[in-house]
């Protein structure tokens, strides 16, 4: 057999024939002359324990990492297999995943892409694509996807070696173990995976509350939120926060902030503040604060709610809060009637020396009886001084427009003698204006020496107290003895 050359010039290398080769074999010389090394030579060549150490420590870290890629495509699996096992409809007459009824009654309903299941839109997820039509998935099969895409599954065509964690029933502690594909899958007692209803998973809420006590105030004020529930197909929501106060929700003592647009932890910063707070309604009173999804086709969707008894409250500190926000919690329709309040009303007095007259001042309201259709009312207030002889005390405030809580800020002045004060009684009125027929009577006060109460000692501070002003809040009451409720 010829030899074979390879290369050009001196470089040329020649492939040995089967003699040398047999030859080479006997005299363990390797097979070419590039592969001989004498036994000097070799020991010469041996790698050191420090580059042996070196090599081995990188073999334990790419070990280390690969656990690591392990546990982490098992977390994503199970994940997976968890939603599975939390699905309760039957993908026809109910959406698949939270059993809710579908049809012309019922919810819309939507089409997954790859399992061909029906869910409800709040389960489905719209897909981007170049059609014109929209695409959905379930929720499943989303997340399904994802472990494909995130495990690098699309590139090996099948789930790599993965750890899937395990929960001891009897330790409760969290064990790996080693799973293959040809293995049976170990597995711990079923986990119902509640992400569509779980208290956790509705989100969290961050605020503040303080209590004004000198200014009769609550300020509320809502920070942030953070994992709220996605309540819109693509995934988000369009949040914002309500307050009300109970005993007695209704448009009256609701307050509201802005609505922020495809996010699930919204930053609103703001503060909202409730007027004409006593220190009987915080013994009393709870505060309520809900979190909605504003929709402009459709009602507004519940998110969570968490609820504050106001006596947790200390006057003048501030009290941070961190919430898990709750169900919709009901509303006991049994309080006590004789509480119910049409309203309340900040009135202003001071006897002036100087001028030789009573000054009084309706500076606002606050909860307020709705009397109108659209669940408001058009506010305005009357005051008289009575007796009045001849009929020329009384005074009027401008109308607010569409409000339950107005301000007012106007005073009035009565030329009255300080010695007559005693004998006089201050009547006040708030009344809805509408047009077209006999204004509605909202309720009243009365402040005088007949009165009782905060009412009378107010009026006592005004007197003992010439040229200051005081201020209080005043409940308003169905019926004002010794008036006439025609407007």
Same mark, same amino acid.
């Given at each position: ?45 041996? =790698? /050191?324990?420090? $580059?042996?150490?070196? %090599?081995?420590?990188? *073999?334990? !870290?790419? +070990?280390? =990492? /690969?656990?690591? $890629?392990?546990?982490? %495509?098992?977390?994503? *699996?199970? !994940?997976? +297999? ?406």
């Amino acid at each position: 057999m010829t030899d074979t050359m390879f290369g050009s010039g001196i470089s040329q290398w020649v492939c040995p024939n089967d003699r040398q080769l047999t030859l080479r074999a006997k005299l363990h010389t390797g097979w070419s002359v590039h592969t001989f090394q004498s036994e000097k030579q070799r020991k010469s060549q041996a =790698l /050191e324990q420090r $580059e042996l150490d070196v %090599i081995l420590n990188v *073999i334990h !870290r790419a +070990e280390q =990492l /690969e656990l690591i $890629e392990q546990h982490r %495509i098992g977390r994503l *699996i199970e !994940r997976l +297999e968890n939603m599975r096992r939390s699905a309760v409809g039957n993908g026809r007459s109910q959406c698949l995943l939270c059993g809710e009824s579908l049809g012309l009654l019922g919810t819309p309903s939507v089409l997954c892409l790859d399992c061909h299941k029906k869910v409800c839109t709040k389960c489905g997820i719209e897909t981007a694509c170049s059609q014109k039509r929209a695409q959905w998935l379930c929720k499943i099969c989303s997340e399904q996807r994802e472990v494909w895409k995130r495990s690098g599954a699309w590139f090996y065509k099948a789930l790599p070696k993965h750890i899937r964690p395990v929960k001891d029933p009897l330790s409760d502690i969290r064990r790996p173990v080693i799973e293959r594909e040809e293995q049976p899958v170990v597995r711990s007692l079923p986990v119902i995976y509640t992400w569509a209803h779980s208290k956790a998973t509705l989100g969290t809420l961050d605020f503040s509350l303080l209590y004004d006590q000198e200014n009769n105030a609550l300020h509320c004020t809502i920070n942030k939120a953070k994992g709220l529930k996605p309540m819109d197909h693509n995934g988000l929501s369009d949040p914002y926060v309500k307050l009300h106060l109970l005993p007695g929700a209704s448009k009256a003592n609701k307050l509201r902030t802005k609505t922020l647009r495809n996010t699930l932890n919204p930053v609103w910063n703001e503060t909202l503040t409730y007027y004409g707070i006593t220190d009987e309604d915080m013994v009393r009173k709870t505060l309520r604060i809900s979190v909605c999804d504003e929709d402009k086709f459709r009602h507004n969707e519940f998110i969570g709610e968490t609820r504050i008894p106001l006596k947790k409250l200390k006057p003048n500190q501030t009290k941070n809060f961190y919430n898990c926000l709750e169900k919709q919690l009901p509303i006991d329709k049994t309080d006590d009637k004789s509480l119910e309040e049409r309203g309340r009303i900040m009135i202003s007095l001071k006897y002036s020396s100087q001028k030789c007259g009573l000054v009084v001042g309706i500076i606002r309201c606050a909860h307020l009886a709705a009397m109108d259709a659209n669940g408001f009312s058009d506010p305005y207030v009357k005051t008289y001084l009575k007796p009045d002889e001849n009929k020329k005390s009384k005074h009027k405030t401008a109308v607010k427009k569409k409000t339950l809580n107005p301000e007012f800020n106007e005073e009035f002045f009565y030329e009255i003698k300080y010695t007559e004060l005693s004998k006089k009684t201050l009547e006040v009125t708030v009344w809805d204006y509408d047009i077209g027929k006999s204004n509605d009577f909202i309720g009243g006060v009365s402040l005088g020496i007949n009165a009782n109460g905060e009412r009378l000692k107010h009026w006592f501070d005004c007197l003992k107290n010439k040229d200051k002003k005081i201020e209080r809040w005043h409940t308003l009451t169905n019926e004002l003895p010794g008036s006439g409720f025609n407007d």
